[in-house]
């Protein structure tokens, strides 16, 4: 999917300042652009969006933001993704089949220890999404955006947790008390 954030940092991309230039120049105008990078499959892009969004301040963005935040996540971490693009092009570069059972064997004891990591790496950005997005919505100052700030204070993650309360606490709410653990 091509998207404005996309093009601007294909084009601009080694100059962050004046990605920001440009958004700030389209206004209200670069929402309708913005709001299809909040599915984007990369989650920089997704954080990309919800920073911009942020910043605008225009309450068609709450919305978006909110189902965002109740998507299943990424799809694929690039990290992931890249991981087997480059393992499956080091099987298809090895005809002999010897050499592919024990390519394989390699490979199999690699992905024991690798994928993992991996896994991990995409969760951390999967929650790095959650948390741009809950930041967004304390700053659009939309109080429709409670509720499912109230639900990420039991987020996993703990950097979640604590945008959440400080995004509810922009939006004029007091945060709940975390349940005692037990």
């Known amino acids: 999917m091509t998207t404005l954030l ?5 084009r601009y991309g080694d100059d962050p300042e004046k990605v920001v230039a440009l958004v ?26 919800a920073q911009f969004l942020a910043m605008l301040g225009d309450g068609r963005a709450v919305a978006p933001l909110v189902a965002g935040l109740g998507a299943s996540g990424l ?3 690039r990290a992931l993704r890249e991981y087997d693009e480059r393992r499956r092009a080091y099987l298809d570069g090895r005809p002999s089949w010897g050499y592919l059972y024990h390519s394989n064997q390699l490979l ?16 951390r950005e999967v ?6 997005f809950a930041f967004a919505l ?13 639900s990420l204070q039991s987020d996993r993650d703990p950097e979640v ?22």
């Open 6 to 10: 996309h093009d601007l940092i294909d």
């Open 24 to 49: 700030r120049a389209m206004g209200p105008n670069a929402v309708e652009h913005l709001l299809p990078s909040l599915a984007d499959e990369e989650g920089v892009y997704r954080t990309m969006a």
């Open 75 to 77: 799809r694929t971490g």
């Open 108 to 123: 199999r004891a690699i992905d024991r220890m690798t994928l993992p990591l991996l896994h991990e790496a995409h969760e």
């Open 127 to 132: 929650a790095e999404v959650r948390r741009h």
């Open 138 to 150: 304390g700053r659009l100052g939309d109080v429709s955006a409670v509720t499912p700030l109230r």
């Open 161 to 182: 947790r604590h945008t959440a309360e400080l995004a509810l606490t922009l939006l004029g709410e007091a945060p709940q008390a975390a349940p005692p653990s037990g």
